[in-house]
């Protein structure tokens, strides 16, 4: 089965797999004290060209955005967002429950908030009646398949610093818009202003594993009982950073990325001059979203994996993965001609 679902429906590279059975022998110590996890956060390091960052690792990106989240908020803090940010819809309120923080989303049309968008958010600050936004999070790529450029991030990182809030940086998708900008992850984070960044690697590539990035150290002195009371701290840790190691050699982080890119942009091409298809946004990372008829959507599934988006409009997302091929694209975009029309 080949699907547009998801990159979360793609099998892990083999590259990842031999990583993982090279570390597979012998005794270790547990819980990250290994060499193989000292190698990885190493790796991160040079990578985020940053060697104070603070890096430790988790199971998913929910795990990722919350516990790094946890480390600046209280309960009474808010944090400011895109309403379609998976914080705020995808994430089963997992932030609300586990911080008790309040999201105050903002409605955008891309996915991506600005400094105008959000500037209005910081009111009454100092009253107790009301909830402190001290976190502006973003996330890279972003929902919608479009991305943010460095400066747009140092323009976001600069109006939450001056708010004295944080710049958090959901990167599940990080690597697909580094690639698409053909800027270096560093660029989109350490010197863009972010203060919190997760890493993520699932989606393009690894079986489980993300990072939880700090270039602030001193907002990691929390994290190890954080990570731990939240159940995000792996006893057996190395092939949660072996995966790591994998993503960051021989650039296959970018390898897979462009890959997931370049076919979303060849499914766009395929299907966009077709007249009963609406494409809404624009193709800058690895997923097509585009309008389509419901009746076509339901003849469509009974082949092809994919989400509708938005029930309400008929919005689909459209999601290639770093082992969509050119065939793959091929026959989806014929099917979708021959149903859409
Ligand atoms: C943008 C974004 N952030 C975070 C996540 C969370 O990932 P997980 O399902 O591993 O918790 C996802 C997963 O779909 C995502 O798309």
Redesign the pocket.
């Known amino acids: 089965m080949t699907s547009f679902a998801?990159d979360?429906y793609a099998p892990v590279h083999p590259e990842v797999m031999e990583q993982i059975s090279k570390i597979n022998s012998g005794h270790m110590q547990a819980y990250g004290a290994d060499s193989v996890t000292k190698d990885a956060i190493q790796l991160i390091k040079e990578t985020l060209k940053d060697q104070n960052c603070e890096v430790n690792f988790v199971f998913?990106?929910?795990?990722a955005?919350v516990t790094g989240l946890q480390t600046v908020m209280n309960s009474w803090n808010s944090v400011i967002c895109a309403s379609t940010a998976?914080i705020n819809v995808?994430?089963g309120g997992a932030p609300e429950r586990i911080l008790g923080v309040k999201l105050l989303d903002v409605p955008t049309e891309d996915g991506k908030i600005t400094p105008e968008l959000i500037e209005s958010q910081w009111v009454r600050m100092g009253d107790p009646h009301t909830s402190q936004p001290n976190v502006v999070s973003i996330?890279q790529s972003t929902?919608m398949g479009t991305v943010y450029t460095p400066s747009e991030i140092k323009a976001l990182s600069d109006v939450a610093h001056k708010n004295n809030s944080y710049l958090h940086l959901?990167g599940?998708?990080i690597s697909n818009a580094a690639a698409s900008l053909g800027v270096s992850i560093a660029d989109l984070t350490k010197n863009a202003g972010v203060d919190i960044f997760?890493f993520?690697g699932?989606?393009n590539g690894l079986m489980g594993a993300?990072a939880v990035v700090f270039f602030k150290p001193e907002l990691a002195q929390k994290y190890p009982w954080i990570r731990k009371s939240s159940m995000q701290l792996a006893s057996k840790h190395r092939y949660i950073s072996a995966q790591f190691i994998a993503l960051l050699s021989n650039d296959l982080w970018k390898r897979n990325a462009e890959n997931a890119n370049a076919m979303a942009k060849l499914l766009r091409s395929k299907i966009e001059k077709n007249s009963k298809i609406k494409i809404t946004q624009e193709t800058q990372s690895s997923a097509v979203f585009a309008i389509l008829d419901p009746a076509h959507t339901v003849e469509l599934q009974k082949k092809h994996n994919f989400y509708v988006w938005n029930d309400n409009t008929g919005e689909v997302r459209l999601m290639c993965s770093w082992d969509t091929t050119i065939k793959d694209v091929e026959s989806f975009a014929a099917d979708i001609n021959s149903v859409c029309k």
């Open positions: 998801s979360n998913n990106g929910t795990g955005n998976h995808d994430e996330t929902e959901d599940a998708r997760s993520g699932t989606k993300e």
